[in-house]
């Protein structure tokens, strides 16, 4: 599945390859069910998520353009047109993970201490909303309605 991602180091088996993630996609990761905008994609989602539940320490390095994710998806030329309503929104979504984790652009870090700093971070219902508010796979996503009720819950 590496193979058109833009990730560095030696060998993807042995948990060690630095893979190339945008940081929204750290929510998305955890949400996923199954859904998604082709079977290239759905496949390629899969494969990338069983390798980082193989290698939790595998590092991650968080970005806010293509990742290893888009390159299997049907929507990645409209995503990484600089000025494209899409990429822009996309972007901002990254931008907003990025700044509410309180990293750069190109931070790297383990998948398991990613995947917990964005639980932590992501401590309300207004943060949800501004990463996802605009996503249509609201309704599928598990990270979603999970984060929401916590949220609700918590008033
Ligand atoms: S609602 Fe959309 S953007 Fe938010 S985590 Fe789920 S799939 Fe990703
Ligand atoms: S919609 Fe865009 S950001 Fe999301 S996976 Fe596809 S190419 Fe990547």
């Given at each position: 599945?590496?193979?058109?991602?833009?990730?560095?180091?030696?060998?993807?088996?042995?948990?060690?390859?630095?893979?190339?993630?945008?940081?929204?996609?750290?929510?998305?990761?955890?949400?996923?069910?199954?859904?998604?905008?082709?079977?290239?994609?759905?496949?390629?989602?899969?494969?990338?998520?069983?390798?980082?539940?193989?290698?939790?320490?595998?590092?991650?390095?968080?970005?806010?353009?293509c990742d290893v994710i888009c390159t299997?998806?049907?929507?990645?030329?409209?995503?990484?047109?600089?000025?494209?309503?899409?990429?822009?929104?996309?972007?901002?979504?990254?931008?907003?993970?990025?700044?509410?984790?309180?990293?750069?652009?190109?931070?790297?870090?383990?998948?398991?201490?990613?995947?917990?700093?964005?639980?932590?971070?992501?401590?309300?219902?207004?943060?949800?909303?501004?990463?996802?508010?605009?996503?249509?796979?609201?309704?599928?996503?598990?990270?979603?309605?999970?984060?929401?009720?916590?949220?609700?819950?918590?008033?």
């Open positions: 599945m590496f193979e058109k991602s833009n990730t560095s180091g030696s060998d993807s088996k042995t948990g060690s390859e630095c893979l190339k993630i945008r940081a929204h996609h750290l929510c998305c990761i955890q949400g996923f069910q199954g859904y998604g905008y082709s079977q290239g994609f759905v496949a390629n989602m899969r494969a990338v998520i069983s390798d980082i539940k193989a290698f939790p320490s595998r590092p991650l390095e968080l970005v806010s353009e299997s998806c049907p929507n990645q030329r409209e995503c990484t047109a600089q000025q494209s309503i899409a990429s822009r929104r996309i972007r901002n979504m990254d931008l907003v993970v990025m700044e509410k984790l309180k990293i750069k652009e190109g931070t790297v870090m383990k998948a398991d201490e990613a995947f917990r700093l964005i639980n932590s971070q992501l401590a309300n219902a207004s943060d949800i909303e501004e990463v996802c508010g605009t996503c249509k796979w609201r309704q599928k996503c598990l990270w979603y309605m999970q984060m929401k009720d916590k949220c609700e819950n918590k008033t």
